[in-house]
């Protein structure tokens, strides 16, 4: 009898291992099934949590084959119904979700990351920095909102270590999504720090994992990201054939709003390669769409990119009202980096039409805002933006100071070739007080740094403006 029993022991060990396991290979599948249905049609900027699906899937894996083929046929149907009874402690998630609202009863957390899919980085930032994680998959997602906070305000190094522990523990935890999301947020922040070919890798890993789960809208983004990536480095026919994509991606989510974004990026594209009549057509058709939608973030970006088309063929008076429009536009949506852009450029259209007192009013405004709002705009701009209206009156030592506060910016930001700038400034205000040798140790440092900068056409309008 006891022979018995240990031979009945042993068979039944490898036929629980089994049980179990083709249980657990059976969640993995309705998991996969959830994900895919709810992510097909689910906009960019919708939250979304893997951790609520997993859990809907490991209830729904205890139901009776029959009885979850009805259930899965419902979710085909777009009918939640069914799912009411298996998630009632997470019910405002999943419907979240679901039918792409945002949540009714935000946890701390949750407030946070719908924060920052509303662009709200100030209030995403204080949600965060008094929150603290209770387990691991907290953990990534707090680590992987503190790598946006830290791009917002231009500590690209702190980023880029968020991200990376973020999307190593979210790949641990099975969060496909969430690590897609973290892989892209990396590609960005080297495309940023022109680490091309880690961008690119970044990019096109996030890419197949949105791919996979059927994420056309985050998958639509990606390739609008690397649009923009492949802009950057001037490979301009790669760039359209991704932003095409980019777009028929979106319709395939269904998602117009992303892609009316990709139109921004194609206008912005067409601005950076001179094709200015191209790239006032495209802003012109996505602020159209844009106030379709009522949606001002991207009619901000819609007159800002305006802006900067006229301003590239001399039309100030029309670059100063867009800008001026634009930077109310993202005052309301709290996009304080793009804000302090648009304000610098109503600097320089003034100071272009010799308005320099109204110039400097803005410029000493803006410096009053970037104390207030810490972001990636470059304050440097604005103390050589002010130095050059001193320069134009002939105040040539308070020019010289104003130059040296730029310098000290650049070199802190580690911006060689805008330090190469400042050092030319320094040299010629000091060349204009009559400081012959404070001119030239100014106008060698401008020529070593330009150098070193490897900027070659800088070094040669150094050489042929100057000196």
Known sequence: MLHLLIILLIASVPLLFSFFYFKKIRQRIICQILERNILKHHPKNAWYSSEITKKIAKRLNKLPKKKLHTILQ???????????????????????????????????????????????????????????????????????????????????????????????????????????????????????????????????????????????????????????????????????????????????????????????????????????????????????????????????????ILAQVEAAQNLWDRAYKNAKAAEALYLKTKNFSALQEMMFLQAQALLAKDNHLKSEQVLRELLKETAKHKTCFHVANVYNLLGIIYLKQGDFRRAEGLFQQSLSNELQNDRIGAAAIDYANIALAAYRRGHKEIGDKNKEMALQYAKNAGAESLLNLLNKTMF
């Open 74 to 304: 419902s979710l085909k149907d777009k009918d939640y119904s069914a799912f009411s009874s298996l998630a009632l402690d997470i019910l405002d998630e999943f419907k979240a979700l679901c039918k792409h609202k945002k949540l009714s009863h935000p946890n701390p957390l949750q407030k946070a990351e719908q924060a920052f899919l509303d662009l709200n980085f100030e209030k995403a930032q204080k949600i965060i920095e008094s929150f603290s994680p209770n387990n691991k998959a907290e953990k990534a997602r707090t680590d992987y909102l503190l790598a946006w906070s830290a791009l917002y305000e231009g500590d690209l190094l702190s980023a880029s270590q968020k991200t990376a522990a973020a999307a190593k523990q979210f790949q641990k935890l099975g969060f496909v999504y969430e690590e897609a999301l973290a892989y892209l947020l990396g590609g960005t922040i080297y495309r940023v720090s022109a680490v091309f070919d880690t961008a690119d890798f970044m990019l096109k890993t996030a890419s197949q994992l949105f791919g996979v789960i059927n994420a056309s809208a985050k998958e639509a983004e990606t390739w609008g990201v690397f649009g923009m990536l492949m802009v950057t480095q001037q490979r301009f026919e790669e760039a359209n054939t991704a932003f095409e994509k980019a777009k028929k991606l979106f319709l395939i989510a269904q998602d117009k709003l992303g892609e009316t974004e990709i139109i921004n990026q194609q206008a912005l594209a067409a601005l950076i390669q001179g094709q200015l009549k191209k790239a006032n057509k495209l802003a012109l058709q996505a602020k159209k769409e844009f106030t379709s939608l009522k949606n001002l973030r991207g009619q901000a970006l819609s007159l800002d």
